[in-house]
């Protein structure tokens, strides 16, 4: 990791893995222009996967002593930067604590913030293309990883808000046990009926396996990061898809190996296939907001929206 130079202008920092490939780097500076944030900029900071604990310290006291660094993004490293330089922030928000992960530092006056706000933003991407009463046929879910992507999924899906449309069961896998375990007993905190199961999966056969079991219109997500910054997918090309089945490929850039999968049963097994574009949309927008102490109304979203959307094609 190499750490920026201290900002000269309003700065916000996109703590990732190969963030010059983000499409943000070429949305931020229209979409800064569309809310009036002019004089703001946007660098990344690239940081190994599971990089050491000294890192993640670093990289957050940085943004803390920097009087124009006013926060970021953080993704693929949510968990790790948590535990690593939790005794840096001086507040976290209720899902920040809940989930122990930071996805989001913010300032305010003059104290250093962690925010989790996938919880949030997955929200109002599912809420896009899940019906309401699709939970009713007794659909169930499986994501696929275990980081806090996953836990926002589940933290959503069993939202007591949601009444009863929820899934009858929730499967969670991961690769590696710890942060399996770590997930059964971050989301063993949730007050729900849902049913959870947690499977070790360190082959894409096993995840195979797992989704043979999955009921009709039952939710697929991969939330493992693959496709993305590291090549593959979470399953096999043999896997089937659940009938009439919903799925979520977290990630819109990279090789997308896991969504071309599912395009492939798309019409066999009237599958609906989503990718993380709204998805990404929105865990910009909430957390450019946060950093820059604005208000994300309907009408700045639906702003950034075209622009993306332009940008897109």
Not at 46 to 63: G, L, M, N, S
Not at 173 to 192: F, H, M, V, W
Not at 299 to 306: H, I, Q, S, V
Request: charge should be negative.
């Amino acid at each position: 990791m190499k750490l920026p130079e201290p900002a000269e202008r309003p700065t916000m920092y996109f703590i990732g893995v190969t963030t010059g490939q983000s499409s943000i780097m070429k949305l931020f500076p229209p979409w800064a222009e569309a809310l009036g944030l002019n004089d703001a900029v946007i660098k990344g900071i690239d940081i190994a996967i599971h990089a050491d604990p000294a890192t993640y310290v670093e990289c957050v006291e940085f943004i803390k002593r920097d009087p124009l660094s006013l926060g970021a993004l953080v993704t693929t490293h949510k968990i790790d930067l948590y535990h690593a330089a939790r005794d840096v922030f001086d507040a976290f928000d209720p899902y920040a604590e809940s989930f122990e992960e930071v996805s989001s530092i913010s300032k305010r006056g003059g104290r250093l913030i962690g925010h989790a706000k996938d919880p949030i933003t997955s929200g109002l991407a599912m809420e896009a293309f899940i019906p309401k009463g699709h939970w009713a046929a007794g659909g169930e879910a499986f994501l696929m990883g275990a980081g806090g992507s996953a836990l926002a999924i589940a933290s959503w899906l069993t939202d007591p808000a949601r009444g009863g449309d929820i899934p009858s069961r929730i499967v969670v896998s991961n690769r590696s046990e710890p942060r399996l375990r770590s997930a059964e007993k971050l989301l063993g905190r949730i007050d729900t009926p849902v049913r959870f199961e947690y499977e070790l999966c360190p082959a894409p056969a096993d995840n195979d396996a797992v989704l043979a079991r999955l009921a009709p219109g039952s939710l697929v997500v991969n939330a493992t990061g693959l496709g993305k910054d590291r090549p593959g997918s979470p399953l096999t090309d043999a896997a089937a898809f659940p009938e009439g089945g919903l799925v979520w490929e977290l990630n819109y850039r990279g090789e997308l190996d896991f969504m071309h999968q599912a395009n492939r049963q798309k019409a066999a097994r009237g599958l609906h296939v989503e990718d993380g574009w709204i998805y990404f949309l929105h865990g910009w927008t909430q957390v450019i907001a946060e950093v820059f102490d604005l208000e994300m109304t309907p009408e700045r979203f639906a702003a950034c929206e075209r622009i993306a959307m332009s940008q897109r094609k």
